[in-house]
């Protein structure tokens, strides 16, 4: 299968390491050999290649500030459209960064890749919170693949865990803690250190989005209550749909007082039916210590879906860091794979 | 699809009542009509028909104490047995209670029906925990699918979500909370109420074993421990493997200390790896009340898995009752369904 990144960040860099360490397990136990095709990326230069790529030259060059181009048997490529116009490859790896005015360029990237036949792998939530509809349409149209399981709790199985695991049933509603930044930094302060100091060390562990502002105003938290809806209620819903309260009004005082009654503070996202449609939320919530949502410290995540046959079923990803993320790239991989395979006997 | 109960108790006659009210659905949504051609009781008689039996009628029968031979158009079988080695059907659902003595009959009737190439769905975790691997090899070579999620966790995906959920990942070990029974009594014991009050309780809700006393002594968590570590880890692990205590040494006392440090008890089943192979236990263990295990209060149960590539991953059923046992019948039915018609085309 030849492959292609757009986008090479830590998520994908953590990806390549491990389809790179894995490369003889993937070979036998899954009848899989990867070849890189092309690699495009914001600053460190766009590539395709003659040949195949060395994803670990490649990611050494990117990780020592250097430019792609180097690499041997590269052709260097004006910009990414360009490389996605032209590149031979059957699956994309499309890890840029989120856009919250409207998803893009990523959502234009997988509309190239989806019309040309190209299965799509996105780490990104953007696309599913601001063009679900169309592009899962594009598509089936194109007898292609789009996965995205690492937009919501990286690797763990949320979008896969009801397609797969739940036939039959329906999601009613959910509730979750979502955005690990903002839990971290809530956990931080229950334990007395100010709200910059939480904020640093989320920075520190690598875990805040590039501006750390869209974890704090509940942007990240709301933008994956949309991808959530639309993908598992058809809710075709849009982030400015979300009551959207962030974390940057509490006070340490404020987590002492929910302290002294057995409570915490949670930033929770929630999906609820109503008469008007589905409502979507997002606001720190009192929790009680001893809850599951009060259970989740740190970077951990948790997901409660309200389902009508199986009642309440929650997923917790505990602790999480990019290694996670870079699982999620692996599993639509594989699911893609599998599915490809049968369909081809 | 041709369908007959081995078995048709609480869970069985959920099931029956859910595909009932969804039939409808089951032929629209997944172009799936069911036909029941034998049910197979213990205390209400066997039988097949020249017909379709009426599900509605035969939970009537049964839940006013009659006999299933009086249904119209139905012949009587004078046991289990024949009645498997003479049906017709395409899928048994196999819910005959756990017998922590070696599994059987369970595990002679799915055998018998795996071999006359019929699939199997199970709620039944003794055939798991003794005869896994011979019942796998059965299925595999005969072609049909041998299904068994309402083993442990009831409806809630543990075999489904590892098996498609988190593809080339490793299960290195897992922790959890898988009976009910008990985790109900340790609550209620929580609040003050006795022993003999909680179990009072457990029974009022008719979730305890029908010997509660396998509840109790964990034999019950011990043989899902082996099924998951059978399944999910290749144990081939025996449920005499298991290191085993149950919660009748537990008081009202040793849970108020426990409450003193902020802690409480939960009967915790375990799978390590060490040096010497793969090690099971279930004990009561000391667990913070503000841990994920300690939020799992009431009927609800949890699984952690830790795993290489996703690190660790907790599954929670919040509150279940006999409807999410119901649902893993459904759930397995869907999949042998989905594959099944998948294959044929």
Same mark, same amino acid.
């Given at each position: 299968?030849?492959?292609?990144?757009?986008?090479?960040?830590?998520?994908?860099?953590?990806?390549?390491?491990?389809?790179?360490?894995?490369?003889?397990?993937?070979?036998?136990?899954?009848?899989?050999?990867?070849?890189?095709?092309?690699?495009?990326?914001?600053?460190?230069?766009?590539?395709?290649?003659?040949?195949?790529?060395?994803?670990?030259?490649?990611?050494?060059?990117?990780?020592?500030?250097?430019?792609?181009?180097?690499?041997?048997?590269?052709?260097?490529?004006?910009?990414?459209?360009?490389?996605?116009?032209?590149?031979?490859?059957?699956?994309?790896?499309?890890?840029?960064?989120?856009?919250?005015?409207?998803?893009?360029?990523?959502?234009?990237?997988?509309?190239?890749?989806?019309?040309?036949?190209?299965?799509?792998?996105?780490?990104?939530?953007?696309?599913?919170?601001?063009?679900?509809?169309?592009?899962?349409?594009?598509?089936?149209?194109?007898?292609?693949?789009?996965?995205?399981?690492?937009?919501?709790?990286?690797?763990?199985?949320?979008?896969?865990?009801?397609?797969?695991?739940?036939?039959?049933?329906?999601?009613?509603?959910?509730? %979750? +803690?979502?955005?690990?930044?903002?839990? =971290?930094?809530?956990?931080?302060?229950?334990?007395?250190? *100010? @709200?910059?100091? /939480?904020?640093?060390?989320?920075?520190?562990?690598?875990?805040?989005?590039?501006?750390?502002?869209?974890?704090?105003?509940?942007?990240?938290?709301?933008?994956?209550?949309?991808?959530?809806?639309?993908?598992?209620?058809?809710?075709?819903?849009?982030?400015?749909?979300?009551?959207?309260?962030?974390?940057?009004?509490?006070?340490?005082?404020?987590?002492?007082?929910?302290?002294?009654?057995?409570?915490?503070?949670?930033?929770?996202?929630?999906?609820?039916?109503?008469?008007?449609?589905?409502?979507?939320?997002?606001?720190?919530?009192?929790?009680?210590?001893?809850?599951?949502?009060?259970?989740?410290?740190?970077?951990?995540?948790?997901?409660?879906?309200?389902?009508?046959?199986?009642?309440?079923?929650?997923?917790?990803?505990?602790?999480? %860091? +990019?290694?996670?993320?870079?699982?999620? =790239?692996?599993?639509?991989?594989?699911?893609?794979?599998? *599915? @490809?395979?049968? /369909?081809?006997?």
């Amino acid at each position: 299968m030849k492959i292609a990144f757009v986008g090479f960040g830590n998520v994908a860099r953590a990806f390549a390491r491990i389809i790179d360490e894995r490369r003889t397990e993937l070979a036998h136990r899954f009848d899989l050999t990867l070849s890189t095709v092309a690699i495009a990326t914001a600053n460190h230069g766009s590539v395709r290649s003659t040949d195949s790529i060395d994803l670990i030259n490649a990611v050494a060059c990117v990780e020592q500030g250097g430019n792609l181009t180097r690499l041997p048997q590269t052709i260097p490529i004006a910009d990414t459209q360009s490389l996605l116009e032209g590149c031979d490859a059957d699956l994309i790896f499309e890890t840029t960064p989120l856009n919250i005015e409207g998803g893009q360029p990523a959502v234009t990237h997988i509309r190239t890749a989806l019309r040309r036949g190209i299965h799509v792998v996105t780490a990104n939530k953007g696309p599913i919170a601001f063009a679900y509809e169309e592009l899962r349409s594009l598509a089936q149209e194109h007898e292609v693949e789009f996965r995205f399981e690492g937009t919501v709790m990286d690797g763990a199985p949320v979008f896969n865990l009801v397609e797969s695991c739940l036939p039959g049933a329906r999601v009613l509603g959910f509730s %979750g +803690v979502l955005n690990s930044t903002t839990n =971290l930094i809530l956990t931080e302060m229950e334990s007395g250190h *100010s @709200f910059e100091e /939480s904020l640093k060390e989320a920075q520190r562990l690598g875990i805040a989005e590039t501006n750390a502002e869209h974890d704090i105003d509940g942007w990240d938290a709301a933008v994956k209550a949309v991808a959530l809806a639309n993908v598992l209620m058809n809710a075709n819903a849009h982030p400015a749909d979300v009551a959207r309260e962030g974390i940057a009004g509490i006070t340490v005082e404020n987590l002492k007082s929910a302290s002294e009654s057995g409570s915490t503070l949670r930033l929770i996202a929630r999906a609820r039916l109503s008469e008007r449609g589905i409502r979507l939320s997002v606001a720190p919530e009192k929790m009680s210590v001893t809850s599951l949502f009060g259970s989740a410290r740190g970077t951990s995540n948790v997901l409660m879906l309200e389902t009508d046959l199986m009642g309440e079923l929650a997923i917790v990803e505990n602790n999480p %860091g +990019v290694e996670q993320t870079a699982y999620a =790239l692996l599993s639509d991989l594989l699911n893609i794979h599998r *599915s @490809f395979s049968r /369909s081809k006997k």
